[in-house]
């Protein structure tokens, strides 16, 4: 069941990130982001190869987002909100069942500076306090290293391996499961 429909869309803002709805200016970078292979390297779809992809994304978010399925939203610096550095997601939401599970990607021209542990921490905060989320998850491929360090500086609890769950461009890829509880979140900052 999804969590609401309409869903809301927040801008939250972090000490130097914030997070926001995209808008139709948006598809350049957001296709630039999807065709990058060292972004999409450990991801479970191909590169991008169309600028057509970014403006159908953006369209299928918009019914998405009406029927309350999942909520992206854009991550850009503060100081220069307009350009979009990534994307993150709270997907496949169950209200019945409390859970999403999360996704996300930066440009490589902004890694190693930790915004996306600022950027997922606005999200999980919204996912915990404003749709009543119990439980997130993420499924990443065990070889993206930094991935797992971001989720693990989080909290998130790595929970299981699931061999050869993706097939991506003809490679086979394992998946490693994370879990993150309210209960863990809430415990980490008190
Ligand atoms: C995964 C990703 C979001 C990390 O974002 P980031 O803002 O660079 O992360 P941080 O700066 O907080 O770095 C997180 C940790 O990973 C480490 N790290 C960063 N880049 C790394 C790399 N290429 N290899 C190994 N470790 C790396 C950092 O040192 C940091 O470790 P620490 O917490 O021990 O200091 C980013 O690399 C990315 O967008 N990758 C492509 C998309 C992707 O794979 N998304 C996840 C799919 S599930």
């Given amino acids: 069941m999804p969590i609401t429909a309409p869903?809301?869309?927040?801008?939250?803002?972090?000490?130097?990130?914030?997070?926001?709805?995209m808008t139709p200016a948006d598809a350049p970078a957001l296709f630039a982001l999807h065709a990058d292979a060292q972004v999409m390297r450990y991801w479970s779809t191909p590169p991008w190869t169309d600028p057509q992809q970014a403006i159908e994304r953006l369209q299928a978010d918009a019914h998405a987002h009406a029927l309350g399925l999942h909520l992206r939203l854009a991550i850009a610096r503060r100081e220069a909100p307009g350009a979009l550095?990534?994307?993150?997601?709270?997907?496949?939401?169950?209200?019945?069942?409390?859970?999403?599970?999360?996704?996300?990607?930066?440009?490589?021209?902004?890694?190693?500076?930790?915004?996306?542990?600022?950027?997922?921490?606005?999200?999980?905060?919204?996912?915990?306090?404003?749709?009543?989320?119990?439980?997130?998850?993420?499924?990443?491929?065990?070889?993206?290293?930094?991935?797992?360090?971001?989720?693990?500086?989080?909290?998130?609890?790595?929970?299981?391996?699931?061999?050869?769950?993706?097939?991506?461009?003809?490679?086979?890829?394992?998946?490693?499961?994370?879990?993150?509880?309210h209960r863990d979140w809430t415990n980490r900052h008190d």
């Fill in 7 to 21: 869903m809301h869309l927040p801008t939250l803002h972090g000490p130097r990130v914030l997070l926001r709805p």
């Fill in 85 to 181: 550095l990534g994307a993150c997601t709270l997907f496949d939401l169950d209200a019945e069942q409390g859970r999403a599970e999360i996704g996300y990607a930066l440009q490589p021209a902004a890694w190693g500076q930790g915004l996306m542990h600022e950027a997922l921490t606005l999200l999980i905060n919204h996912g915990f306090d404003d749709f009543g989320l119990r439980r997130i998850e993420a499924d990443i491929d065990p070889r993206n290293t930094a991935s797992g360090r971001v989720l693990q500086a989080l909290g998130f609890q790595r929970e299981g391996l699931l061999r050869e769950r993706w097939r991506v461009g003809g490679e086979l890829s394992d998946s490693a499961l994370y879990g993150l509880l």
